[in-house]
């Protein structure tokens, strides 16, 4: 089983449409979940990140977050044409456990005008 | 302006030959991790480190090698040992606890 895991894609929606991607992860001791943007040849950008169960909303974007399913969301409200990208999902351990960042393969997002 | 700067930003490599790759912050960040990007692919972690001379394995450590003598600077080193290294390299950064992790501009290695 992956750390992370995202469904691959690629996704499309038309432009006004709501984007759902979708995240679980293994690691029942992950304190921080993050999700990235990335356009075709850049470096990943942060969109969210979301460390406590319930939804946080910036903007267009919703994240959500079950600790007990293991599961994190991204929704994207009023998707533009622009929004087409990679969705990254992180996840991070505690800083005593390593800490370390792990990421989904990525979900292709393509918003169609 | 604080940040993470990786270089070069194009690097070819001829089969057999060690390359490495620089990274270096003035974030004043500890932790620093070295990914693998595939096309259509995911990060994949290759190395961590958390504070200076310490450094972990990731998923994919085989055929590369990493040092951390200073905070701001994290090489990656892909030996001739790495037989598919044409990839895009990414370094990261972040602060101690929970927050996210800030990337470099990534080098996009090639073995011709």
């Known amino acids: 089983q992956k750390e992370v895991e995202q469904n691959s894609g690629p996704l499309s929606v038309p432009e006004g449409a709501i984007a759902s991607l979708n995240c679980t992860y293994s690691?029942?001791?992950?304190?921080?979940f993050f999700w990235y943007r990335q356009y075709s040849g850049k470096s990943p950008e942060l969109i969210m990140f979301?460390?406590?169960?319930g939804d946080k909303e910036d903007g267009r974007f919703t994240a959500q977050l079950n600790k007990a399913s293991q599961y994190v969301s991204l929704l994207i409200r009023d998707s533009q044409p622009s929004d087409s990208a990679t969705y990254l999902c992180?996840?991070?351990?505690?800083?005593?456990?390593?800490?370390?960042?792990?990421f989904g393969q990525g979900t292709e997002l393509s918003v169609k005008p | 302006d604080g940040g993470i700067t990786q270089s070069p930003k194009y690097l070819f490599r001829k089969e057999g030959q060690n390359v490495t790759l620089s990274c270096e912050q003035n974030?004043?960040?500890?932790?620093m991790y070295w990914y693998r990007q595939d096309p259509g692919q995911g990060l994949r972690l290759i190395y961590y480190?958390?504070?200076?001379?310490?450094?972990q394995k990731g998923d994919i450590a085989e055929g590369y090698s990493v040092s951390r003598e200073k905070k701001e600077s994290f090489p990656l080193t892909v030996t001739s040992a790495q037989k598919n290294p044409t990839a895009f390299y990414l370094c990261?950064?972040?602060?101690?606890?929970?927050?996210?992790?800030?990337f470099g501009q990534g080098t996009r290695l090639t073995v011709v």
């Open positions: 690691d029942r001791g992950s304190q921080s």
């Open positions: 480190s958390q504070i200076v001379n310490d450094f």
């Open positions: 990261a950064s972040t602060k101690p606890g929970a927050t996210e992790a800030f």
């Open positions: 974030l004043n960040h500890d932790a």
């Open positions: 979301i460390y406590s169960n």
């Open positions: 992180a996840v991070r351990a505690l800083y005593n456990q390593g800490g370390k960042l792990i």
